[in-house]
């Protein structure tokens, strides 16, 4: 028997998609609301996939230190070499902060693609969130929510097997049986 549960967390993210062919293309921000969803085969020893606070305290950890309020960029976007710039004297006075100095103490994360909604959910589905969960337990989906209308949702890469592809619950599941964890 497989056993689900789901989490979301409210963080305010700005970003801009660089190359983008409308206003996405300028700096903006959203509400975001990003679900996770683990899976396991077994429950542990109380009967839970696991405790919720401990998904609190990693995933949404990581969210409020790398993402929330802060800027995520393409890494290719030359907006990270301005905002990465180091601070200059202004020509004002000295205790006048410059544009430059400004922006460079600001939180940004450089995402090694566009920051659109199908991207970070990607990113959180396969570089973040299998190193914060405990063996025996599998991420399933990750769903990014930019507005009340829109969303993106990922999924474990799709496995293969026997050359026939499988759909992403039958990858969820062949994952959990495999996972050596």
């Known amino acids: 028997m497989q056993h689900e549960i789901s989490r979301a967390f409210h963080i305010d993210v700005g970003h801009r998609v660089y190359g983008h062919e409308s206003k996405c293309a300028h700096l903006h921000g959203h509400r ?5 969803t683990l899976r396991s085969r077994d429950l542990d020893d109380l009967g839970r996939v696991v405790d919720f606070g401990s998904m609190v305290d ?5 969210l409020l230190t790398n993402w929330d309020h802060g800027l ?4 290719d976007d030359p907006l990270v ?5 180091p601070p200059v004297q ?5 205790d006048h902060p410059t544009l430059r100095t400004q922006l460079s103490h600001q939180k940004m994360f450089i995402l090694p693609t566009n920051p659109t909604a199908e991207n970070m959910a990607q990113y959180l589905m396969d570089d973040v969130i299998p190193d914060l969960i405990p063996g025996g337990v599998f991420c399933s989906r ?3 929510q930019e ?4 969303s993106a949702t990922a999924y474990p890469k799709p496995a293969t097997g026997g050359g ?3 759909t992403p619950m039958e990858a969820a599941a062949e994952a959990i049986t495999d996972d050596p964890r």
Do not use: H, K, Q
């Open 164 to 166: 026939v592809e499988l």
């Open 147 to 150: 507005t009340p209308n829109c």
């Open 81 to 85: 070499e301005l905002f990465a710039c």
């Open 142 to 144: 990750v769903v990014v």
């Open 90 to 94: 202004s020509p004002v006075s000295p």
């Open 32 to 36: 975001y609301v990003i679900t996770t």
């Open 58 to 62: 990693t995933i949404g950890e990581w």
């Open 72 to 75: 995520v960029l393409f890494g």
